[in-house]
């Protein structure tokens, strides 16, 4: 019985590793997909090419792609991905490829190298957008929260232990007398959102939870994000009007 139960128990971790790493073959080259992820929540893809005997690695410019959507130009994203091309030893090609040529006994390195140059720059990139969009999201909160409930009650910045005795950084906090209202706002960047998730979820679960709100920084970029956010608390879009605010958060 024993024995069954480490076979199965195997059994489910080779079936969940074989699903982290994918390869499709077509007849000019190769697509890997890895367990890596862009910021967006997409799976990090590699290319390989044929130039016999050696193997062309790249990402496919999907890092450009991905970093364009977030609203990179050219010369943003080269800022970003000529130090990290450097940094690996890769070439950097003109439509934003990162690209090496490997010996078939380099392949795995190349991959793993190409990959993590796809996602860094792109990371890089998002965390740029993220702290500015958070800045000028915070900024407008803590306004609109001053206007509504009053500068005496609101703080920013405040840190609030969850269940896990963790002490979390709120964006904002409005206090008046027992009642808690927190504020936290979210960028439509897979971090941002696991942050607000890993706070929220913490806190949900004290005996007598403070009400807990995410400020969206935009309507769009979100989409299956905002039910997971929904179930650690209020949703709401940075731009709702006061009486939105007024309506979703009654202080006593």
Same mark, same amino acid.
């Given at each position: 019985?024993?024995?069954?139960?480490?076979?199965?128990?195997?059994?489910?971790?080779?079936?969940?590793?074989?699903?982290?790493?994918?390869?499709?073959?077509?007849?000019?080259?190769?697509?890997?997909?890895?367990?890596?992820?862009?910021?967006?929540?997409?799976?990090?893809?590699?290319?390989?090419?044929?130039?016999?005997?050696?193997?062309?690695?790249?990402?496919?410019?999907?890092?450009?792609?991905?970093?364009?959507?977030?609203?990179?130009?050219?010369?943003?994203? &080269?800022?970003?991905?000529?130090?990290?091309?450097?940094?690996?030893?890769?070439?950097?090609?003109?439509?934003?490829?990162?690209?090496?040529?490997?010996?078939?006994? !380099?392949?795995?390195?190349?991959?793993?190298?190409?990959?993590?140059?796809?996602?860094?720059?792109?990371?890089?990139? #998002?965390?740029?957008?993220?702290?500015?969009?958070?800045?000028?999201?915070?900024?407008?909160?803590? $306004?609109?929260?001053?206007?509504?409930?009053?500068?005496?009650?609101?703080?920013?910045?405040?840190?609030?232990?969850?269940?896990?005795?963790?002490?979390?950084?709120?964006?904002?906090?409005?206090?008046?007398?027992?009642?808690?209202?927190?504020?936290?706002?979210?960028?439509?960047?897979?971090?941002?959102?696991? $942050?607000?998730? #890993?706070?929220?979820?913490?806190?949900?679960?004290?005996?007598?939870?403070?009400?807990? /709100?995410?400020?969206?920084?935009? &309507?769009?970029?979100?989409?299956?994000?905002? /039910?997971?956010?929904? &179930?650690?608390?209020?949703?709401? !879009?940075?731009?709702?009007?006061?009486?939105?605010?007024?309506?979703?958060?009654?202080?006593?």
């Amino acid at each position: 019985m024993e024995q069954g139960t480490t076979t199965s128990f195997e059994d489910a971790i080779t079936a969940a590793a074989k699903r982290l790493v994918a390869v499709r073959h077509e007849t000019t080259g190769s697509f890997i997909t890895t367990p890596l992820m862009y910021p967006s929540g997409g799976a990090v893809v590699v290319w390989i090419d044929r130039s016999p005997p050696h193997f062309i690695v790249s990402d496919f410019a999907f890092g450009a792609r991905e970093c364009e959507i977030m609203g990179a130009d050219r010369r943003q994203y &080269q800022k970003h991905a000529i130090p990290v091309a450097e940094a690996s030893g890769v070439t950097l090609l003109n439509d934003g490829s990162f690209q090496v040529l490997v010996t078939e006994g !380099q392949l795995e390195g190349a991959i793993k190298t190409i990959a993590n140059c796809s996602n860094e720059v792109c990371s890089r990139f #998002a965390n740029r957008v993220h702290q500015r969009q958070r800045a000028d999201i915070k900024s407008a909160l803590f $306004s609109k929260l001053v206007r509504l409930y009053g500068s005496s009650v609101v703080g920013r910045e405040i840190e609030f232990k969850g269940a896990s005795n963790t002490p979390w950084q709120i964006d904002a906090v409005v206090t008046n007398n027992d009642d808690i209202a927190l504020f936290e706002t979210v960028t439509p960047w897979f971090p941002s959102v696991a $942050s607000t998730l #890993a706070k929220f979820g913490d806190i949900k679960l004290l005996p007598s939870p403070p009400i807990r /709100t995410s400020v969206l920084s935009s &309507q769009d970029g979100f989409g299956s994000w905002v /039910t997971a956010l929904a &179930q650690a608390g209020h949703v709401v !879009q940075a731009t709702a009007t006061d009486a939105a605010f007024s309506r979703l958060i009654t202080l006593h």
